[in-house]
């Protein structure tokens, strides 16, 4: 069994440009969390969506970001016009259902890099 | 609201000798816990968690955590500690609610010394 997938796993973009991440959670898994980890920091909530839906985004920034997971294929994290304090690792994770008690298995992380 | 602190940023300890790392929540209700390890460049992978009955919780790699609901703490630990043990520890816990997001620590890096 596949785990997390996240693609791509390095990430240059210059500023101002449109940044692209892609999730594949683990099968059987619909439930998908995406996170951010600052220089320095620890991992910080951005989203939480299942299939068609986002149930939470109260850690996205209001602006240039978006999230979806579509009925079929990954996930997808948009970054828009990316600016320098963009630069980042960002992790997927997945769960087979929502709620705290339930494991979450993380993707190996995109780290992105504007320059 | 919830957070999690891990008061030690760096840590150093000598290859075979005993490890404690630090964690402290904040969280009105009984807590779900967790401690992910993190190795450079690489993903989190799950070491243990605490939902509830034994307070005493044994992980992967030889690794276990106590959970202390006077001190608000859920202490990671290893009797002793390999090289290979060296990287960044997170200290989690579930936000609570439905959703099952979790609230990170700022994180632990362990250095071994030979």
């Known amino acids: 069994n596949a785990g997390v997938m996240q693609n791509p796993r390095h990430l240059v973009r210059r500023r101002g440009q449109e940044a692209r991440l892609r999730c594949s959670p683990m099968?059987?898994?619909?439930?998908v969390y995406w996170y951010r980890q600052l220089p320095e920091e620890g991992l910080k909530f951005m989203v939480y969506?299942?299939?068609?839906?986002?149930?939470?985004e109260s850690g996205m920034p209001k602006e240039r970001f978006s999230a979806e997971f579509p009925k079929e294929g990954p996930s997808i994290l948009r970054i828009q016009q990316v600016v320098r304090g963009d630069s980042a690792a960002y992790f997927c994770?997945?769960?087979?259902?929502?709620?705290?008690?339930?494991?979450?298995?993380f993707g190996p992380g995109t780290r992105l890099t504007v320059t | 609201a919830q957070s999690v602190t891990q008061p030690d940023i760096h840590i150093t300890v000598s290859e075979g000798a005993s490890l404690e790392l630090r964690c402290n929540y904040s969280?009105?209700?009984?807590?779900?816990l967790f401690w992910y390890v993190q190795s450079p460049g690489q993903g989190l992978q799950l070491l243990l968690k605490?939902?509830?009955?034994?307070?005493l919780v044994q992980g992967i790699k030889g690794f276990e955590a106590e959970f202390k609901r006077s001190q608000s703490s859920f202490n990671l630990r290893k009797p002793s500690v390999h090289w290979s043990d060296a990287a960044e520890y997170f200290c989690?816990?579930?936000?609570?609610?439905?959703?099952?997001?979790?609230?990170f620590g700022q994180g632990t890096t362990l250095q071994v010394k030979p």
């Open positions: 969280y009105g209700a009984t807590p779900y």
């Open positions: 994770a997945s769960s087979p259902r929502s709620g705290g008690s339930y494991e979450q298995y």
């Open positions: 605490y939902f509830s009955g034994d307070t």
């Open positions: 099968k059987g898994h619909s439930h």
């Open positions: 969506l299942q299939k068609e839906n986002i149930i939470d």
């Open positions: 989690a816990v579930g936000a609570g609610g439905n959703t099952g997001k979790l609230i």
